[in-house]
C-alpha cells in the first residue's frame, strides 16, 4: 500500500491514546452524552461500563468518528478520529458488523490488513483468533460464534496503537472467549490501548485496568476494578467458626450475616474490626476467606447511587 498517507505519529508514551472533552450527543430529545471528558491511557485496559442507554456505544462512535460530538471534542493520539489518516491508527470490532457473505476467511483478514501501512502477518492473527480451521470457509458459512472471531481478527490485523472490542464475547464458547482474553492482554502487554465495553462483568473484571462507569450520559464513577469493589461492594469474610451469625449482624461494619456449607459469611465494609472480633471470641476458626465484592455488586450499587440522585 505504497500510495497510503503517512498515518500521524503517535505521541511520545504517556501522551493519552484517544480523549472526550466535554463531549455531547443527543439523539433528538433524547441526550446520550452530556458533558463526557474520558482519556485513553496507552498499554492499558480501559472497561466503559453501564446499563443499556448509558452512553457507552454513543462514545465509541464518537471516538471511532463514525459519530460527530455536537459539543466539545473527540481525539485519537491529539488527531481528528473522522480522518482516514487517523483511523489508520485504530482497529474496531462493534457489537455487529454486515461483512461480504460471498468473501472467504482468509480473504477477509487479506482486505482487512492491507488497509493499514504496517499490518500483523497473517499467520500472527490467524493463531491470536484461533482461525486456522476456518480460512477456506465462506463467511456466510460460520457459526455467529466463529463470525465474531473473524471480526475480532480484522480488527487486530492491523498492528494498531489503539482497539476498540464492543461486546467482543458475544456468542463465543468458553475457549474462544479465554483466548480472545489471553490476545487483549498480549495486546495491552505490547503497548497497544484497548477500549472494551461488555455486559460480562467478569470479563471486564478480568481483563481492565480501569473502568469507567457509565449511567445518563454521564461517567459516575472511574477507578480500578478492585477500587470499586472495595468501595461499594465491600469485602467478603468466610470462615469455618462458632462465631453465629445473629451476634455477628450486630457488628457496625457488616452489612450481612448468614451460614452456608456449614461456613460462617459476612459482608462489610471494613475487615480489620471484624477480623478482630472473630478471632476474640473464636481463636480456633478455621477455613478463613477474606476476598473483594463482585464488580456486579460495585456497578448495580453504583448505578442505583447515581439513578437515586437523579
Given at each position: 500500500?505504497?500510495?497510503?498517507?503517512?498515518?500521524?505519529?503517535?505521541?511520545?508514551?504517556?501522551?493519552?491514546?484517544?480523549?472526550?472533552?466535554?463531549?455531547?450527543?443527543?439523539?433528538?430529545?433524547?441526550?446520550?452524552?452530556?458533558?463526557?471528558?474520558?482519556?485513553?491511557?496507552?498499554?492499558?485496559?480501559?472497561?466503559?461500563?453501564?446499563?443499556?442507554?448509558?452512553?457507552?456505544?454513543?462514545?465509541?462512535?464518537?471516538?471511532?468518528?463514525?459519530?460527530?460530538?455536537?459539543?466539545?471534542?473527540?481525539?485519537?493520539?491529539?488527531?481528528?478520529?473522522?480522518?482516514?489518516?487517523t483511523r489508520r491508527l485504530f482497529g474496531v470490532m462493534l457489537?455487529?458488523?454486515?461483512?461480504?457473505?460471498?468473501?472467504?476467511?482468509?480473504?477477509?483478514?487479506?482486505?482487512?490488513?492491507?488497509?493499514?501501512?504496517?499490518?500483523?502477518?497473517?499467520?500472527?492473527?490467524?493463531?491470536?483468533?484461533?482461525?486456522?480451521?476456518?480460512?477456506?470457509?465462506?463467511?456466510?458459512?460460520?457459526?455467529?460464534?466463529?463470525?465474531?472471531?473473524?471480526?475480532?481478527?480484522?480488527?487486530?490485523?492491523?498492528?494498531?496503537?489503539?482497539?476498540?472490542?464492543?461486546?467482543?464475547?458475544?456468542?463465543?464458547?468458553?475457549?474462544?472467549?479465554?483466548?480472545?482474553?489471553?490476545?487483549?492482554?498480549?495486546?495491552?502487554?505490547?503497548?497497544?490501548?484497548?477500549?472494551?465495553?461488555?455486559?460480562?462483568?467478569?470479563?471486564?473484571?478480568?481483563?481492565?485496568?480501569?473502568?469507567?462507569?457509565?449511567?445518563?450520559?454521564?461517567?459516575?464513577?472511574?477507578?480500578?476494578?478492585?477500587?470499586?469493589?472495595?468501595?461499594?461492594?465491600?469485602?467478603?469474610?468466610?470462615?469455618?467458626?462458632?462465631?453465629?451469625?445473629?451476634?455477628?449482624?450486630?457488628?457496625?461494619?457488616?452489612?450481612?450475616?448468614?451460614?452456608?456449607?456449614?461456613?460462617?459469611?459476612?459482608?462489610?465494609?471494613?475487615?480489620?474490626?471484624?477480623?478482630?472480633?472473630?478471632?476474640?471470641?473464636?481463636?480456633?476458626?478455621?477455613?478463613?476467606?477474606?476476598?473483594?465484592?463482585?464488580?456486579?455488586?460495585?456497578?448495580?450499587?453504583?448505578?442505583?447511587?447515581?439513578?437515586?440522585?437523579?
Open positions: 500500500m505504497a500510495d497510503l498517507p503517512t498515518p500521524p505519529v503517535p505521541p511520545p508514551a504517556g501522551a493519552p491514546a484517544a480523549t472526550l472533552t466535554g463531549a455531547r450527543f443527543g439523539y433528538g430529545g433524547a441526550i446520550a452524552l452530556d458533558g463526557v471528558d474520558l482519556a485513553v491511557r496507552q498499554g492499558e485496559v480501559l472497561a466503559l461500563l453501564g446499563p443499556n442507554g448509558a452512553g457507552k456505544s454513543t462514545a465509541i462512535g464518537l471516538l471511532t468518528g463514525r459519530l460527530r460530538p455536537q459539543a466539545g471534542a473527540a481525539r485519537v493520539f491529539g488527531h481528528d478520529p473522522t480522518r482516514t489518516s457489537q455487529s458488523a454486515a461483512l461480504p457473505e460471498t468473501l472467504r476467511v482468509s480473504e477477509l483478514l487479506d482486505h482487512a490488513r492491507a488497509c493499514y501501512p504496517d499490518p500483523r502477518p497473517r499467520a500472527e492473527v490467524v493463531e491470536l483468533a484461533g482461525l486456522s480451521d476456518l480460512l477456506a470457509r465462506p463467511y456466510a458459512r460460520l457459526s455467529g460464534g466463529q463470525q465474531r472471531r473473524v471480526q475480532f481478527a480484522m480488527a487486530v490485523g492491523g498492528r494498531v496503537p489503539l482497539l476498540f472490542i464492543d461486546e467482543p464475547s458475544t456468542g463465543l464458547d468458553a475457549g474462544a472467549r479465554r483466548r480472545l482474553w489471553a490476545a487483549v492482554g498480549a495486546m495491552r502487554d505490547e503497548g497497544t490501548a484497548v477500549v472494551l465495553t461488555t455486559h460480562y462483568l467478569e470479563e471486564a473484571d478480568a481483563l481492565a485496568d480501569r473502568v469507567l462507569l457509565v449511567d445518563r450520559g454521564r461517567i459516575v464513577a472511574e477507578d480500578s476494578p478492585d477500587a470499586l469493589k472495595r468501595r461499594v461492594a465491600g469485602v467478603q469474610v468466610r470462615c469455618r467458626t462458632r462465631v453465629s451469625p445473629g451476634v455477628a449482624a450486630g457488628w457496625p461494619e457488616v452489612a450481612a450475616a448468614r451460614r452456608h456449607g456449614g461456613l460462617l459469611e459476612l459482608e462489610c465494609r471494613r475487615p480489620e474490626p471484624v477480623l478482630r472480633r472473630l478471632f476474640a471470641l473464636d481463636p480456633d476458626l478455621d477455613q478463613l476467606q477474606v476476598q473483594p465484592g463482585s464488580l456486579e455488586q460495585a456497578v448495580q450499587a453504583l448505578t442505583a447511587g447515581a439513578e437515586a440522585a437523579a
